[in-house]
């Protein structure tokens, strides 16, 4: 089993390594490669995008940004939703409705609050679409309120962490809710009622990761939710709170300092550890007793409490596992278990992506851990093996239900799945969880029912060749391709521009990625087919390289179009093209770049003209395929009150520009396309906007989708139907037919 987890777990860092020469190595000879997943965009690509080198992001600038997407008035429709429905997406908590048998809510990182009524194996939404879809816990009284508090908690490598907008109550089972307080904690990991106390609750916040201060730390409420008091502050601006609970008449908590900017993420520091109060929060003592000493090189800490046993898996800033200690006096002395490599494994230098321990309430020597695999242990934590069955990767969440003996809830990166052998083996996953996370889609003119896209931790998946959907390439999914004359042929990539071609639809996938030249790629590396012709195709590194024989050879044809690779030692892909626009004249060619530059070829490649620098992160280049001087570039990076513009437009190939922002939320715009009559749709954080007259007067597009990020739009001009790729609620069509005017 060593060995095994070791071959699961090494190539993750493999992966964020960029291949010294021009070539890389191909992939074993699989039909389909399924490479390592880990932690959401585990270099720098999503978090990176938004922001503005050197630049933070700006305090509340998600919310803000909603609020502004939330009062222009919408037009053009009903978004109707397509799924996955059989994928499911990251859950970062669970709870247990106290008053109905078989009813568990879950907290999707970016989907809303969910709920099933059947024992977890169907699941529905039961969270308003508009407002946040950011999750970081849900929890239930035992009165039957349920308790939601908003803002992703883990951090991820280089993703984006949506914020939150404080705690929200309800108590008709998620049919409404109420704003209860905590606006600015940014995201709340814990929520913990006391158990003989309904109106008495707890709430660790764990604050902003961008900026300090606010509502962080641990704390009470004695009127179910209404007001608050902090009753654990921690020791600086970033000390967060990630976990409290309630042991008889005394309280735990655990503090973690963590921190991102754009050059720099501190996933640690000397406020990080674990807390005690016998006082009901009036005094607190930091537990020491063989515990880590306070310093710097404190990570995020798990914790499990059953009566006088206390477990903490401890990891270092950097990432790596510290250890795991062992406590009999309710925390007063701890003992460090001799290293156990399966442990060390399952968390591969990113602890900071679970810090969480589950003990079974029947045996409290009985314990499960959070780690790429989930992690057992049936003597307290002296030895650990390691779930190989077919659960999915990345635990975040475990809930036990004392109303059915042994059966236990997991929430991982790929949904909801029900144990009834105490959580050791015998997992099913939920059949109806309709939260998958997109960075793209594919759709065919020839078969509209035909669509593919690249998910976050699920792979590349496709709505045919078996259930709808099914993953026909593994890893993370990026971008998608399905030949507009040939709906079998179709492309699909992984992480850091690792792509396949097939000839049957999936089926088998073979490699092409080797036979282009790169030493840089970007995490979304980006691929297009030429408008006349599908043979041809593009596909960028820090050089855009063509093929004209459907993707089996490539040739460079431009040199290095970024400002070369960035100073960051951890993130070494930065500087590469993330869009490219052909023309449809076949010789004028657009291309965009993470660095803000953008190019323009009028002769395929023999010279390139550059156009634009010192933009945020280029998202889009989108050319209007009548017109080869009409070009649209779109930008990635919040903005408070800066001359940022998110949209520019040109009609003279890029000589002259317009700033075509106008009304639009201050928020990252991440894809546009050219609809009928001069229409642009553009899809952003805070959903999708049309200009129906292609100017600077935005409107929101339609009706019924979730107010969720948008990663990628797919227009197909013949039916006029518009699908978007949301990251948190999976794909949605409307139709452009329906007059937006």
């Known amino acids: 089993m060593r060995k095994l987890l070791r071959l699961i777990l090494v190539p993750l860092a493999g992966l964020a390594v960029i291949a010294p020469q021009a070539t890389a190595a191909p992939p074993p000879p699989d039909d389909v490669y399924r490479p390592v997943r880990g932690p959401s965009a585990p270099a720098e690509y999503r978090y990176l995008q938004k922001t503005v080198p050197g630049e933070a992001l700006p305090r509340h600038a998600y919310a803000d940004a909603a609020d502004q997407a939330r009062q222009l008035p919408a037009s053009g429709g009903q978004w109707e939703p397509l799924g996955p429905t059989n994928i499911g997406g990251r859950i970062v908590s669970l709870a247990l409705d106290p008053e109905r048998a078989d009813t568990v809510y879950a907290a999707a990182a970016s989907g809303g609050i969910w709920r099933s009524d059947d024992a977890g194996e169907t699941f529905e939404s039961a969270w308003p679409d508009d407002l946040t879809q950011a999750m970081g816990a849900v929890a239930t009284s035992p009165d039957g309120t349920l308790f939601a508090g908003t803002g992703e908690p883990n951090p991820g490598g280089g993703s984006i962490t949506y914020e939150g907008t ?204 959070a780690g790429v695999p989930l992690m057992t242990s049936k003597d307290a934590g002296a030895t650990w093996t ?147 012709d599908p043979q041809v195709l593009y596909y960028g590194s820090e050089v855009v390289n063509r093929s004209t024989d459907g993707g089996k050879t490539w040739q460079a044809i431009s040199g290095d179009l970024s400002g070369g690779p960035g100073p960051d030692p951890i993130y070494t892909n930065y500087g590469t093209i993330t869009s490219i626009a052909p023309a449809g004249d076949g010789r004028t060619i657009y291309a965009g770049t993470d660095d803000g530059r953008v190019w323009v070829t009028k002769a395929l490649g023999e010279h390139w003209t550059k156009l634009a620098e010192g933009r945020p992160w280029v998202t889009r280049v989108v050319v209007d395929p009548d017109n080869p001087d009409r070009v649209f570039t779109t930008h990635s990076a919040y903005r408070s009150g800066s001359p940022l513009a998110h949209v520019y437009g040109s009609t003279d190939g890029g000589r002259n520009w317009r700033d075509l922002t106008g009304n639009l939320p201050k928020a990252p715009v991440n894809d546009l396309v050219i609809g009928a009559d001069s229409a642009l749709h553009i899809g952003t954080d805070q959903g999708v906007f049309t200009s129906p007259e292609g100017k600077a007067e935005w409107l929101r597009l339609g009706e019924g989708m979730p107010l969720v990020p948008v990663d990628d739009l797919e227009y197909d001009n013949g039916r006029g139907r518009l699908v978007a790729a949301t990251f948190g609620r999976g794909f949605y069509e409307l139709s452009t037919r329906i007059s937006t005017r």
């Not at 063989?290 to 898996?313: H, K, N, S, T, W």
């Not at 060390?344 to 810090?355: I, L, M, V, Y």
């Not at 809830?409 to 996370?437: C, F, I, M």
């Not at 999936?506 to 297009?528: H, I, L, Q, V």
Request: aromatic share 12%; net charge negative.
């Open 166 to 369: 404080g705690l929200y109550r309800s108590t008709d089972g998620g049919k409404s809710w109420q704003p209860s307080g905590l606006r600015d904690s940014g995201a709340i990991s814990a929520i913990t009622v006391d158990p003989d106390n309904p109106r008495r609750i707890y709430a660790a916040a764990a604050g902003s990761l961008y900026n300090g201060g606010g509502d962080r730390g641990v704390y009470r409420s004695d009127d179910g939710g209404r007001t608050w008091d902090r009753i654990l502050k921690g020791a600086g601006e970033f000390t967060g709170a990630t976990e409290i609970f309630v042991q008889d008449e005394e309280l735990y908590a655990v503090l973690w300092d963590h921190r991102r900017t754009p050059e720099l993420r501190t996933y640690g520091g000397v406020g990080s550890g674990v807390f005690r109060s016998g006082d009901d929060g009036r005094t607190w003592e930091r537990l020491g007793g063989g515990l880590p000493e306070q310093g710097p090189d404190v990570g995020r800490i798990g914790l499990a409490v059953a009566g006088e046993r206390v477990y903490a898996i401890v990891n270092k800033t950097s990432g790596p596992f510290e250890g795991f200690y062992a406590s009999t006096d309710g925390g007063d002395s701890w003992t460090r278990t001799p290293a156990d490599e399966e442990l060390t494994d399952s968390q591969s230098t990113f602890g900071w992506w679970f810090g969480k321990i589950w003990a079974d309430p029947k045996d409290p020597t009985h314990l499960h851990a």
């Open 386 to 532: 390691y779930d190989s069955t077919s659960i999915h990767v990345d635990q975040h969440a475990m809930v036990w239900d004392p109303r059915k003996p042994g059966r236990v809830y997991l929430g991982n990166d790929g949904g909801v799945y029900r144990s009834d052998a105490h959580g050791d083996g015998g997992w099913v996953k939920a059949r109806h969880e309709p939260y998958t996370q997109l960075f793209s889609a594919a759709i065919s003119p020839q078969d509209p029912a035909r669509i593919s896209g690249g998910s976050q931790d699920n792979g590349s998946l496709r709505s045919w060749g078996g259930e709808r959907f099914n993953e026909y390439l593994g890893g993370d999914g990026e971008e998608n391709l399905i030949n507009p004359e040939d709906k079998e042929n179709v492309f699909a990539c992984y992480q850091y521009g690792n792509c396949f071609r097939s000839t049957n639809g999936g089926k088998s996938m073979a490699y092409f990625a080797d036979k282009t030249t790169f030493k840089r790629r970007n995490w979304f590396t980006p691929m297009e087919f030429d408008p006349n």
